[in-house]
Every structure is written in C-alpha cells, then in structure tokens.
C-alpha cells in the first residue's frame, strides 16, 4: 500500500498563530483572562452582535452541553438528527433530557424542518452539516438550538447563520473551519441574559456564594490561536470553495445546493457514490486518503430504520478539502475518482 502523500485533512496553522501562543506564554498568564474576552468581542463583531453576547468554552461538547443547561432541558423531548456527531447525543443524555430522533431531509443530511414540526419537542438541535445551512422558519413550536459547528460563516440570504434560536453553539477542534488549537467552542445568542447566566456558571472560581458551577474555561493560549484563526475565515473560505469546485467542475457527483439563496461553506468535500469502499481503497493507492464521514453504524439510533440518513451513510465518501491542499493534487484526485463513478 502506497504511503499516504494527500491526508484526508490537515491543519491551517502558520507562523500568526506560533506566535499569538507564544506572545501567551510570556505573559504567563495561561488560564481564562483578556484574550478570552477580545475573542468574544470579535466574534460578536463577526455576527453582527452587541458586545456580550457571546461566551467562548472550552470546546464545543461543553458549548452544547451549556445550551441545553440554560434552556432547563431535563427530561425535556429534545430533537436530535440521526445522522450528526455523537457529542449531540451524548450532551442530551448527560443533562438528563429524553432524545428524539430525526432522520434527514431526502436532498441532504440536514433535518427537513416541516417534517420535524409534526413532530412533539421542547427544543430542536439543528446542525447544518457539511457546511450547507439548514434550512428554518419563524414561529416553530420548539426552542432551537443551532449548531454551526460545519458551518460557521454559511449565510442564508447573506445573512450569517447562528442566531436563528434561542442560543447558537459551535465547535473549533483541531478539523472545523478554524480552530483555538485543538479544542474550543462558542454560544452565541441575542438574549444577553442567557449568555451572562452561562458566564456565570462557566466562571467557577474564587466565588463569594456557594452556587453550583463548573470549570468550561477557555484558556488565553486557544482564544489567541482562534482570533488569529478568525481574521482568515474569508480567506479559508474562498479557498476551500476553490477546491470545491475543481471537484464539481471535474464531473464529479458532488453533495451541493441548488438553492442561490443559501451560501454553504465547504466544511467538507461529499462525494456521492454507491461504492465509498471502492472509492477509498483506489484512492489509497495512489496515496490519496479519504474517509466515510459518518458510517452506518455511527447512526445515534438504530431502534427504527432513517431511510435518508442510512442512505447518505452508505454512499458518501469525504475529499480532501483543506486550505493547504494544492489544486494539483485536488485534479489528481478527481481524474482517479472519474475512473471509479460506479
């Protein structure tokens, strides 16, 4: 077997980030303090906020696991799409809250919300997977929270996603769109209240009362990395749809939007093929990796059949798609993916 030249993924690090940590670590202040506080006033700018109303986390599982906690989710029905990360799953069961599962839409990964309303909730978890936003309108029977993890910076009607419900989360571990070196996370919302009883809880320490909270502490060195991260989110962006469309336009069947209204980011570059095994085993050979990006068997449920979900389990393979990557190296890819359409 051919030694891996291409990886699947790869970090987007360079020398501004080097030394935003390292600018931390002379200062000697290496927990929670000011550059905690100048991330989330940046992110506020970036979505367009007042200052506080964001709360930047320690990751984005803490980030999920916190909206849930200030929207009182236990043994509440919350909403949870089958095919999406086990953290969602994971975060519903350790607050105490009843999951319900969602199969997903018929034309992509993401839940069809007119579906999802016949269904009885206290509160929706609404990825937008793969970077394509999902899809949500007004006056909805339940609490949303929606989760950008995929897709942070993805605009519908060039309108940032995020703030559609009550608290936005995210995720920026070491394969989002950008990240605060390894580990990371954010809730946003337009309700400052929220966001300042969520500071109160994750600000645990040196606390005159005897309150209940806990340590979901960012550090200095992460929310350095991530502002520095943060003033190359257009940059990622026009890459990553670059590649995308070296990809599209080879012929390939790509996961896409024919929607103009909706500005997905490219998260992650979804072939669609009924033989992903095949698909990744020639790629390999000519040290190209490739993945499933969620198996059959990473369902969260398997008590009843997801008729879509299983589908896209079973047919779509993940590209490299990363900004470092070398457009030489995604029309390599492309030209072996061709000889392999079925």
């Known amino acids: 077997m051919k030694k891996i ?11 501004e980030e080097k030394k935003a940590a390292l600018k931390v670590l002379d200062t000697g202040w290496l927990t929670s303090g000011d550059e905690v506080e100048l991330l989330e006033n940046e992110m506020c700018k970036f979505f367009s906020i007042p200052k506080g109303h964001a709360i930047a986390v320690s990751s984005g599982s803490s980030a999920l696991y916190l909206a849930l906690w200030a929207l009182k989710a236990s043994k509440k029905r919350v909403g949870i799409p089958v095919y999406s990360c086990c953290s969602l799953r994971n975060a519903a069961h350790l607050i105490g809250a009843k999951p319900v599962y969602l199969d997903s839409s018929n034309q992509n990964p993401n839940i069809d ?9 206290d509160i929706l978890i609404a990825p937008s997977i793969y970077g394509i936003p999902v899809e949500l309108n007004s006056s909805l029977p339940f609490e949303i929270i929606e989760d950008i993890s995929q897709a942070f910076g993805s605009k519908i009607n060039g309108k940032k996603i995020g703030l ?20 990371g996370g954010l809730i946003i919302s337009k309700k400052k209240s929220i966001i300042d009883k969520l500071k109160d809880f994750r600000d645990f320490d040196n606390r005159d009362d005897k309150k209940i909270r806990f340590n979901f502490l960012m550090t200095n060195i992460q929310a350095a990395i991530g502002r520095e991260q943060l003033k190359k989110i257009s940059i990622f962006k026009k890459k990553r749809e670059e590649i995308f469309k070296i990809y599209l336009n080879s012929g ?80 390599k890819s492309s030209k072996i993916c061709l000889k392999i359409k079925k």
Do not use: W
């Not at 919300?113 to 909730?121: N, P």
């Not at 559609?164 to 580990?183: N, V």
């Not at 008590?303 to 990557?325: C, D, G, Q, T, V």
């Open 5 to 15: 030249i291409i990886p699947h993924n790869s970090l987007t690090i360079a020398n």
């Open 113 to 121: 919300i007119e579906d999802v309303k016949k269904t009885d909730l």
């Open 164 to 183: 559609r419900g009550e608290i936005g989360i995210c995720s920026f571990a070491a394969t989002k769109l950008i990240t605060t070196g390894g580990q």
């Open 252 to 331: 390939l069947n790509m996961l896409d939007t024919d929607k103009d209204y909706l500005d997905p980011i490219r998260h992650r570059a979804i072939l669609i093929n009924p033989k992903p095994n095949k698909v990744i085993a020639n790629l390999r050979k000519f040290g190209i990796s490739s993945i499933i990006p969620l198996r059959n068997k990473e369902l969260l449920d398997k008590k009843k059949r997801y008729k879509n979900a299983e589908r896209f389990s079973e047919s779509f393979i993940a590209l490299p798609i990363y900004p470092y990557l070398a457009k030489k190296n995604v029309k």
